[in-house]
T-cell receptor, first 114, second 113 residues
């Protein structure tokens, strides 16, 4: 399974944009890029996902490099409630027996300062 | 909203006890998963199920078994709990498909004494 690399931690100021990077140099053509986050004392929650094009939703934006070897999750205005561990995950939909398995790494712990 | 519930938030058991962790989802999802989460190790997949009575081993199935008798319910069983099974256990569910967003429950923090 293709792996991802993320910084262990990042810090941001409240109401400023945050760019969370993820490297996935061994990504295959059929890998979707998913982002989840885990707030303290909760289970992970879905943030956004994409394949090739940049994506936007109400929570965040996902910028995918042209060669797809890296991506960036963008929180446009960080709030204190965005303090969480953010996971970048590759999901292979190319068939076989993966059966929707996700591989969570250690993620990036985002600290938001007031 | 999708809801995944787990039977307990906190559980304390003794070594050698049989432990049942229950997970229920209300969105008719085909896939259900059990993970454990430990500091520094992230989430690791224990077992998953893609249909009633169907199961597949994840990355760390040793010491665990599962049961899925109904579509909405997926149980994780520790036949004889050991101290190294002290962990946070997370259940998730998803529809089958290319987007297959996983929806997680709140987790059960299990302590084995």
């Amino acid at each position: 399974d293709a792996k991802t690399t993320q910084p262990n931690s990042m810090e941001s100021n409240e109401e400023e944009p945050v760019h969370l990077p993820c490297n996935h140099s061994t990504i295959s053509g059929t890998d979707y890029i998913h982002w989840y986050r885990q707030l303290p004392s909760q289970g992970p929650e879905y943030v956004i996902h994409g394949l090739t094009s940049n994506v936007n939703n109400r929570m965040a934006s996902l910028a995918i490099a042209e060669d797809r070897k890296s991506s960036t999750l963008i929180l446009h205005r960080a709030t204190l409630r965005d303090a969480a561990v953010y996971y970048c995950i590759l999901r292979d939909v190319g068939g076989g027996s993966t059966f929707n398995k996700f591989y969570f790494g250690s993620g990036t712990k985002l600290n938001v300062k007031p | 909203d999708v809801k995944v519930t787990q039977s307990s938030r906190y559980l304390v058991k003794r070594t050698g006890e049989k432990v049942f962790l229950e997970c229920v989802q209300d969105m008719d999802h085909e896939n259900m998963f059990w993970y454990r989460q430990d500091p520094g190790l992230g989430l690791r997949l224990i077992y998953f199920s893609y249909d009633v009575k169907m199961k597949e081993k994840g990355d760390i199935p040793e010491g665990y078994s599962v049961s899925r008798e109904k579509k909405e319910r997926f149980s994780l069983i520790l036949e004889s709990a050991s101290t190294n099974q002290t962990s946070m256990y997370l259940c998730a569910s998803s529809l089958q498909g290319t987007t297959d967003t996983q929806y997680f429950g709140p987790g059960t923090r299990l302590t084995v004494l």
